[in-house]
Every structure is written in C-alpha cells, then in structure tokens.
C-alpha cells in the first residue's frame, strides 16, 4: 500500500546557487518559491506543484529536510 501523505507535511528548501545569468524562468521559479538570496532558507508545503518547481532548478536549490 502507498503512504499517504499528511496535508500538513512541509520541505525546507535552501538557495545554494544565484539567478544571476540563469534564464528568467528559473529566476521566476526562485521567487516563486519564495528565495532571492543566497543560502535563504524557507519551508513550503510538499505537494506535487513544489516538488516540480524544485526539479525545474535542481542546481540552484537543496532540500534541507525531506
């Protein structure tokens, strides 16, 4: 059987690379998300729509907390 996830799940995300000379979908990615610093850390709720913006910009985020 597959685990269901809890609606109250969350995933930390932290910004490890900078949208300067990236294409400006990912920096729009980044802000949708709610980063625009470096190393800014911010915790959203798992869902399918942040999972897929985070695979958009592999290289400029890192999942803190899975």
């Known amino acids: 059987m597959a685990q269901d996830k809890k609606s109250n799940d969350t995933i930390t995300i932290r910004q490890i690379g900078s949208p300067l000379r990236r294409p400006e979908s990912q920096r729009k990615i980044l802000i949708g998300l709610g980063l625009n610093k470096m ?15 985070l695979a958009k910009v ?8 899975d």
């Open 39 to 53: 190393h800014k850390t911010v915790t959203r709720q798992d869902t399918p729509e942040v999972r897929g913006a």
């Open 58 to 65: 592999p290289h400029l985020v890192e999942v803190v907390n």
